[in-house]
């Protein structure tokens, strides 16, 4: 099983970016999907949440990225995406993709991914 | 939202048992996941369900949970396990499942 993140660099404020997670070794369809996220020296905080699509490919968000950020798969390419726009300052960590182990509610994450650092700032 | 607390530090000795608390009102009452972290990598998930242990993790790493606490217990500790360990809280509400602040595990 293998996560790859892809997509971070540095982004000015206000400005948006996309983020991928290409996944294999498993039946990408069959799993829901995470992002969680660290800042640098912080701890981790959960982000996002899509489910698989036999539950409907619903998503969860955090309060603090709600209607920024957009969570979205391709099953047949077995990536996750995650969108994120009106970037800020705090939004600055490293965003791990996460196999998700939930069905309608996110719940523990096994393998995590290498992690894509996302750098806001002017 | 859900409010949880963890130590910032527990040191122990090799080949001792170290006890990593994650405290929160009727935490009992719910599901807890415990991660390890360690120096430059992603975390990696320790117990899950509050007990139960993915394949790979050793034995002298378990869990409990129980009234305001949950707890990981790593027995045996040796200096390989010395880590970050977060605990996450699973709730009905996204808003109320927390990870913990984390604790860095010393061996000393």
């Known amino acids: 099983v293998q996560l790859v993140e892809s997509g971070g660099g540095l982004v000015q404020p206000g400005r948006s970016l996309r983020l991928s997670c290409t996944t294999s070794g498993f039946t990408f369809a069959d799993y829901p999907m995470s992002w969680v996220r660290q800042a640098p020296g912080k701890g981790l905080e959960w982000v996002a949440f899509?489910?698989?699509?036999?539950?409907?490919?619903?998503?969860e968000y955090a309060a603090s990225v709600r209607g920024r950020f957009t969570i979205s798969r391709d099953d047949s390419k077995s990536i996750a995406y995650l969108q994120m726009s009106s970037l800020k300052a705090d939004d600055t960590a490293v965003y791990y993709c996460?196999?998700?182990?939930?069905?309608?509610?996110?719940?523990?994450?096994?393998?995590w991914g290498q992690g894509t650092l996302v750098t806001v700032s002017s | 939202s859900y409010v949880v607390t963890q130590p910032p530090s527990v040191s122990v000795a090799p080949g001792e048992t170290a006890k990593i608390t994650c405290g929160g009102n009727n935490i009992g009452s719910k599901s807890v996941h415990w991660y390890q972290q360690k120096p430059g990598q992603a975390p990696v998930v320790v117990i899950y369900?509050?007990?139960d242990r993915p394949a790979g993790i050793p034995e002298r790493f378990s869990g409990s949970n129980s009234g305001n606490t949950a707890t990981l217990t790593v027995s045996r500790v040796e200096a390989g396990d010395e880590a970050d360990y977060y605990c996450?809280?699973?709730?009905?509400?996204?808003?109320?499942?927390?990870f913990g602040g984390g604790t860095k595990l010393t061996v000393l």
């Open positions: 369900y509050d007990t």
């Open positions: 899509i489910t698989s699509k036999p539950y409907g490919g619903t998503t």
């Open positions: 996460v196999r998700d182990h939930g069905s309608t509610l996110p719940t523990w994450f096994d393998p």
């Open positions: 996450r809280v699973w709730e009905r509400s996204v808003d109320d499942m927390v």
